[in-house]
Every structure is written in structure tokens, then in C-alpha cells.
């Protein structure tokens, strides 16, 4: 074909139909055939790098279902060296958490900044299903994020809170009082709670019925007052400010308390008020350690501003 | 069909249409173009644009206040440009810049065709020293066609050696300098060589060094051709009055050689003698008196190669040179001042270089942000009053640390608890910090009462500075 051909030094491929129908060759631009094999020995070369072909039927093992490449890069190893740096830069604060006590971690900002942004999650994992993720609390649960704690918001007094659980206690008091005597109680309280002053009939009949043994001679929870500042307290709520401690609080709530008193086996409609002991128990991994205690102490107590 | 054409007779006028096949040439690359170099006018004027690329390799020694004056600090997010501090919060102004740039490029191509490509493009100035260089070893154009089809001999070996190492030697001074901007010449300089810098570092070096050695090495015009994106919408851009290089047919043609004995009062020829200089100094191989065409980078070197020629020969110069079609073709050409486009791409440029300027004059010093507490909106504290929980974030934009001093202000009484010490603010960095805002029932007449956070410092020099953040207070319905 090509000796004779009738269209010489047309770049044609010798093909020729109808005596003028022919292929021509095109060849594309040189340097573009340069890419296209570049491309070629990429993957060539990027197949003997790095993981590429899916293990044949049969020889994967689970672990080692692809080819290696020799490189020996995989994604989750580079995800796990990420995850090892972090916890590197961590490591330097944590270290330095764990010589402190929790007053000193908030004297220095930039150790109360890492504890508060890392001890969120902590709390969004242990604390926040019953006191909400804010410590906003729910009904039932106090709130975290005011000024009105039942032991004692001192960072001391948290940390014992975290570490051994509470858990409150009150009589229930149904079958001890009179009808009247719980009405007149209750509307004592709510008057304590709307003014902070109650009338003359029910602080006498505050005291005589005992009521000052747990919520204190002043009706605000207060037992004592130790020389560090710490309260004594059984935990019982201050009943002269304007949180209740069960919700929604008022009339109706308060004499349901102390008709049915808190924490009382074999009374159906007593109120529940229990905390955990997290130095023993936690969903997740187990117990919480010291240094995680530590670190949601502070948290807890820069909730609402700290106490 | 088959028999009217056996024999390979063709109907009338196909050999026209062969003969413009003929005329239709695509570099593609095959053949390398060895451009005669030639002193003129525009030759001087490509060295001086091509010599503002000296900035690029000797900017990163430039110190401004102990520092390098111009730095891009990507990985503590600082931009340094001499005595302003840029971060990544300012980037707005970058679009702007960018669009600046844009248009200018939109401007100088409606105005005077690919006068970038030409002058300042760093393909095109690159590829020009990379040729130098090529012709100070290899020779002129001739004696370098020759050495490429040359047997290979020890000093065909040497020749070609000198000349790609001195190409990669470019190529890495480019990476290097690029790279300067970005890590610091200083410490480039103290950590590259001894293996001191990051990958990213090598990385780039090497990028630059191979990319320059085989873009301005080997693909040279190939780049212009199939790869610039901006050469092929320059086509949109150019119209009638836009002034480009041009061949002045009506005066050149017909062309021809000049004859024996023929004097400037009897030739019957145009202007133009067919001496093909035009050509032989085309840096991407164009012939320009086709007309404007998709090679033209618009350099010029045809004009100085032209001027050259109708010197010699006594007749006027200008047979090709900077011309819009219109000009050339014995239209009126209005002003520039009187065209549409001038103005409304003028409108832009000046529109983005104020946002600019208005960007890089106002740029505060503090930044603040309020974010309020949502998980609770807001608190019950014991003696009845309300409390909300911001946490703040201070920017601090300066080059010192500073105490960043926050009040609150508000048409009720507010209590202010987190806020008694001042925070301190480290310099390019955003500073976290807890306030507590607390308000008596008694003043809440409203489920939100609007805020202001008033963040204020005093730089060492003792200029104050001040940012304000709107907020807003929540509370239970009254
Ligand atoms: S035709 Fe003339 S102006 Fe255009 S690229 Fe060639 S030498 Fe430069
Ligand atoms: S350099 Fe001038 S005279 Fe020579 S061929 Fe080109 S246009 Fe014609």
C-alpha cells in the first residue's frame, strides 16, 4: 500500500478506501505525549509507593487487605502520629496540672483556659446527662451554674462532692405533721424564699418541729461556719434565698417535700437527690482519676463564676 | 464520486484551499525556535520591565524595625508588610487585591493587547534569560541549529552541561527566594543547607527548581500556546482600537526582494523586502505580518528587528508597529479618555485600590468578640437577680502584648464579676476570657436588655486603643 501511495508526504496511514477515503495519522503535540507518559510511570511509581490494589480473595487477613506499598504510609497510621503529637502538646499541661492544686490552676490562665477547654468534654461525658450541658441543671438536678450550692461551692468542698457522691436525706414528714401544720410550713418557706423574712408563728414553728437541725438556725443550710470558710452542712437546702432546690418550687412543691421528704425508702413519691461517687464509678472507663477530679473541680467551679 | 476524482483530479478551486493549508502552520513544540536577539528600543524596555523581577530575588533581605520587612508567616498567621502586621482576619482586603490585580491585567490587555505576556510575564522574562544564557554558550541561532544536529562530542557534552546546570542553578535561586518571603531569608539561609528546614520548605525549593528548569528550559513559548490560561482569553478582550504590534500592509505590500539595479524611484514592491528578520527574532516563531494572530506575546522585538532594516534601507520605520487595527486601517481613533471601557475598568481599579487603602488605614489594633453562654441562657442566683455568662475573645493585632481592660455598658445598672483584671492579650493571637454579667430583677423590663463590651488597652507608646462589641443580656419573661 504505502509504496504506491497517490497522496505521498501527507502523513497519512496507508489506508486508503474509494481510491481517495483515507486515514490520516494526527499525532498529538509532543509535549502533551510527554505528560501522558509521565502520568503513566506516576501511577506506576505511585502503585509501588503506596497502598493501591485491594488484597485478592482469599489472602486478605482483615489487617493487611490491600497491597503495602513501600512506603508503608497508611492513613490511620498518619491519623494515629496526629493523634501522638496532641497528646504530646497535652502531655506538657497535664504535667503541670497534675503538681497543682486546683487553686493554683486557676490562678494561671493559661492552665485554667487548657482545663476548662479540655475538661468540657469530660463533663459533656459524666456530668452533663443530669446537670445539663451547661450546667444548667434539670428538674431534679441542681444548677451548676449559679451561687447556690447545697455543700458548699469552695473548691474543696467540690472536688469531695466529685470524688465520694452525694446523697441528701429528709424525713418524710406526712404522717408526723398535721395537714395544717405542712401548709403553714410550706407557705413559711415560700414567704422565706419571695422576702427572706419569715412571720413570728413560723419560725417558732420552724424550731419546734426541728426543722433548724438540718436547714440551720437561719433556715439557710447552715449548720457552722468553719474558720476556712467551709460550711457545715448535711446538705440541706437554704431556704431563704430564691432557688428552689426541687423544682418548680412554690407552695404546691415545697409541701410536697415535706409531706414526702427526700431520699426515703418505702415512701412512693419521696423526691430523689443522688449523686454518684465518681472516684468509684464512671460510665465510661471506669472511675475518674485524681487528675481528671481535679480538672472538673475547676470546671465545675468556673461554671457560674466560681464560689 | 469515485470516478470523477480517480487520478486524483481535484474540482476547481481546491488548490486555493491547499494553498491556505499550506499557510496554516501550529507550533506545537516540534521544532525548537532559536529567535535571533537584537538590540532596539523595545529590547531596552524588556530589560527594564524584567528587572522589577529583581524585587523578587533581593526583597527578603529588606529589614524594616529588626524584622524582615516584608514576611508571610503562614504558620503563626501573620502577614508583615513593613509596618503593618496582616492577619488572617484582614483577608478581605487580599480579594480585594486580588480583583485589583484582575482588572489591571483586563485594563492593560483592552488598552494595548498582551502587553504583560510580552514585558513582565515570568515565563516570558525567565525563558528570555534562560535563552541568553543558551546563546552566550551555544552561539548564535544558526551555530545552535547546528550544534543540535551535531554528533555528540566531549565538547557538545560540556557545552550542554554548563548550560542545564546554570538553568537549574536559576531554577533553584527562584525556589530559594520564593521561599525566603515565606520562612525568613535569615533563617532560610541558616537552616536550609544543613537540612534544618521543614519539608514543606524542600518541597517547594525543589517544585520551583524543576518547574523553572523545565517550563522556561524546554517548553519555553509551548507554555504561551497550550498552557497559559490568559493567553487564550486575551482574545475577548482585544478589539479594534486596542494597540498591537502590526504589520502595515497597504504600506508593504506587494513584498519583495530587492533586485539588481532596482533604485527607491523605480521599485514596483512595497515597502517590506521579505527579508524575514521579523520572523527571525520572534521569541514563540510567529510571523506577524498574517496579522495579529494567538502566538503574538506582544514584545515588540519585530519592531525593533523591522526599524533596523528600513534604517538600512533609508525608508521611514514603523512598516510594523504599535497600532490598533482601527489606525491602521485609516479609521478615526478616538482618545482613550473617550472609551467606555477605560472608565468603567478605571471604576473598579479605583474602587479596589480605596478598599485597600481605607483596609490597611483602619485596621484596629484589638479585636473583640462576645460570645454568649446559650446552656443556660441564663441563671437564678440566690439573692433573685439574673445572670448571664459571655466568654470573650480578644485579638490582639498589635506586635506587644497587652492588658486588655473589658467594661460593660448598659441602660440598667449591671454587675460585671470576671472582668476585674485586666486580660492579658498576647500579641497576633485571639485570648480567651469569662465574664459574668449580672442584673437586679427590679431593672429587667424586658426578656433582653442590649449590651455593650467595651475591650480597651494602652499600647506601650500610649496610644489607646478600643473595640466595642453589641451583646445582649437575656433574662426570665417579666
Ligand atoms: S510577532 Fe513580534 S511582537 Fe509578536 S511575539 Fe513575535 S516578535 Fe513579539
Ligand atoms: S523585518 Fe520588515 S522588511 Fe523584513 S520581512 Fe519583516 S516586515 Fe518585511
Known amino acids: 500500500m504505502a509504496e504506491n501511495n497517490p497522496f505521498p508526504g501527507e502523513n497519512n496511514t496507508g489506508h486508503f478506501w474509494d481510491d481517495n477515503l483515507r486515514e490520516l495519522k494526527n499525532p498529538p503535540p509532543r509535549w502533551w505525549m510527554i505528560a501522558f507518559w509521565a502520568s503513566v510511570a506516576w501511577w506506576v511509581l505511585y502503585a509501588i509507593l503506596y497502598p493501591m490494589w485491594p488484597a485478592l480473595p482469599g489472602q486478605s487477613d482483615g489487617e493487611n487487605d490491600f497491597t503495602r506499598g513501600i512506603l508503608g504510609w497508611t492513613s490511620i497510621k498518619e491519623y494515629k502520629q496526629g493523634v501522638e503529637q496532641v497528646e504530646a502538646v497535652r502531655a506538657q499541661y497535664d504535667e503541670q496540672i497534675a503538681e497543682m492544686t486546683p487553686a493554683e490552676i486557676i490562678e494561671d490562665p493559661g492552665l485554667l483556659q487548657y482545663t476548662l477547654a479540655s475538661s468540657k468534654v469530660l463533663f459533656g461525658d459524666y456530668c452533663a446527662g443530669c446537670h445539663g450541658s451547661g450546667g444548667q441543671g434539670n428538674p431534679g438536678y441542681p444548677v451548676l451554674a449559679d451561687d447556690d450550692w447545697l455543700y458548699g461551692g469552695s473548691l474543696g468542698k467540690i472536688t469531695e462532692t466529685i470524688s465520694n457522691g452525694r446523697k441528701g436525706a429528709m424525713t418524710a414528714h406526712a404522717d408526723i405533721l398535721t395537714e395544717a401544720e405542712i401548709d403553714q410550713l410550706a407557705n413559711f418557706v415560700v414567704d422565706l424564699a419571695e422576702d427572706g423574712e419569715g412571720s413570728e408563728a413560723g419560725w417558732a414553728l420552724y424550731n419546734e418541729k426541728g426543722c433548724q437541725a438540718c436547714h440551720g438556725a437561719e433556715a439557710n443550710g447552715v449548720l457552722a461556719e468553719l474558720p476556712n470558710g467551709d460550711i457545715v452542712t448535711v446538705g440541706a437546702a437554704n431556704l431563704t434565698d430564691s432557688i428552689w432546690r426541687f423544682r418548680p418550687g412554690g407552695y404546691e412543691s415545697a409541701k410536697h417535700t415535706i409531706k414526702y421528704g427526700v431520699n426515703q425508702s418505702g415512701v412512693e413519691q419521696t423526691r430523689d437527690a443522688v449523686m454518684p461517687a465518681f472516684s468509684q464509678q464512671g460510665q465510661l472507663e471506669g472511675k475518674l482519676s485524681p487528675q481528671q477530679i481535679k480538672m472538673l473541680t475547676v470546671y465545675v467551679h468556673q461554671l457560674g463564676g466560681g464560689q | 464520486m469515485s470516478e470523477n476524482l480517480s487520478g486524483g483530479a481535484q474540482p476547481a478551486g481546491m488548490d486555493e484551499i491547499y494553498a491556505e493549508a499550506e499557510q496554516w502552520h501550529v507550533n506545537t513544540g516540534n521544532e525548537t525556535i532559536h529567535a535571533k536577539r537584537i538590540s532596539g528600543r523595545w529590547r531596552t524596555i524588556k530589560w527594564l520591565a524584567a528587572s522589577v523581577w529583581l524585587i523578587f530575588f533581593l526583597g527578603p533581605y529588606l529589614r524594616w524595625d529588626g524584622r524582615q520587612a516584608v514576611l508571610f508567616d503562614i504558620p503563626n498567621r ?112 541558616q537552616d536550609f543547607f544543613v537540612g534544618n528546614a521543614n519539608a514543606a520548605v524542600y518541597a517547594a525549593v525543589a517544585l520551583f527548581t524543576v518547574g523553572t528548569y523545565v517550563l522556561a528550559g524546554w517548553l519555553r513559548e509551548q507554555v504561551c500556546f497550550w498552557l497559559c490560561p490568559y493567553a487564550r482569553i486575551q482574545g475577548v478582550m482585544l478589539d479594534r482600537t486596542t494597540v ?61 528587528a523591522c526599524n533596523a532594516v528600513m534604517d538600512k534601507l533609508g525608508r521611514p520605520r514603523g512598516l510594523i ?109 485571639v485570648n480567651p476570657g469569662i465574664v459574668f454579667v449580672k442584673i437586679d430583677r427590679d431593672h429587667l423590663d424586658a426578656e433582653s436588655v442590649p449590651l455593650t463590651f467595651v475591650a480597651s488597652a494602652t499600647q506601650p507608646d500610649g496610644t489607646e486603643v478600643q473595640a466595642t462589641r453589641e451583646s445582649a443580656f437575656f433574662g426570665p419573661r417579666p
Open chain 2, 321 to 429: 508597529r504599535y497600532a490598533s487595527l482601527d489606525e491602521i486601517e485609516g479609521q478615526s481613533v478616538p482618545p482613550m479618555i473617550a472609551r467606555p471601557r477605560v472608565w468603567v475598568y478605571g471604576a473598579i481599579l479605583v474602587l479596589a485600590l480605596s478598599g485597600i487603602i481605607y483596609g490597611l488605614s483602619s485596621l484596629a489594633a484589638i479585636e473583640l468578640k462576645v460570645l454568649h453562654e446559650r446552656a443556660p441562657l441564663f441563671v437564678q442566683l440566690s439573692d433573685g437577680s439574673i445572670q448571664n455568662k459571655y466568654t470573650l475573645k480578644v485579638l490582639n493585632k498589635t506586635n506587644e502584648d497587652l492588658m486588655v481592660s473589658v467594661s460593660v455598658e448598659a441602660d440598667v445598672p449591671v454587675t460585671v464579676t470576671g472582668a476585674e483584671e485586666p486580660i492579658a492579650a498576647k500579641h497576633g493571637e
Open chain 2, 78 to 189: 501573620q502577614y508583615h508588610l513593613f509596618g503593618v502586621t496582616v492577619l488572617p482576619q484582614d483577608f478581605w482586603m487580599l480579594s480585594l487585591l486580588l480583583l485589583f490585580f484582575a482588572i489591571l491585567l483586563a485594563v492593560a490587555t483592552a488598552l494595548a493587547g498582551r502587553v504583560y505576556c510580552g514585558y513582565f510575564c515570568f515565563q516570558t522574562v525567565w525563558t528570555d534569560v534562560f535563552t541568553l544564557i543558551e546563546e552566550k554558550l551555544e552561539g548564535n541561532p544558526a551555530q545552535r541549529r547546528k550544534l543540535a544536529s551535531a554528533p555528540l562530542t566531549a565538547e557538545k557534552i560540556r557545552v550542554k552541561a554548563i548550560k542545564h546546570l546554570s538553568w537549574m542553578v536559576i531554577g533553584f535561586v527562584t525556589g530559594f527566594s520564593f521561599v525566603a518571603w515565606f520562612y525568613g531569608a535569615g533563617k532560610l539561609w
Open chain 2, 244 to 304: 498591537v504590534p502590526t504589520y502595515d500592509e497597504g504600506r508593504g505590500e506587494p513584498r519583495g526582494r530587492m533586485q539588481k539595479g532596482e533604485t527607491e524611484a523605480t521599485r514596483t514592491t512595497g515597502d517590506c523586502v521579505d527579508c524575514n528578520q521579523c520572523v527571525a527574532v520572534c521569541p514563540t516563531g510567529v510571523d506577524i505580518r498574517n496579522g495579529q494572530q494567538e502566538g503574538c506575546i506582544t514584545c515588540g522585538l519585530c519592531i525593533d
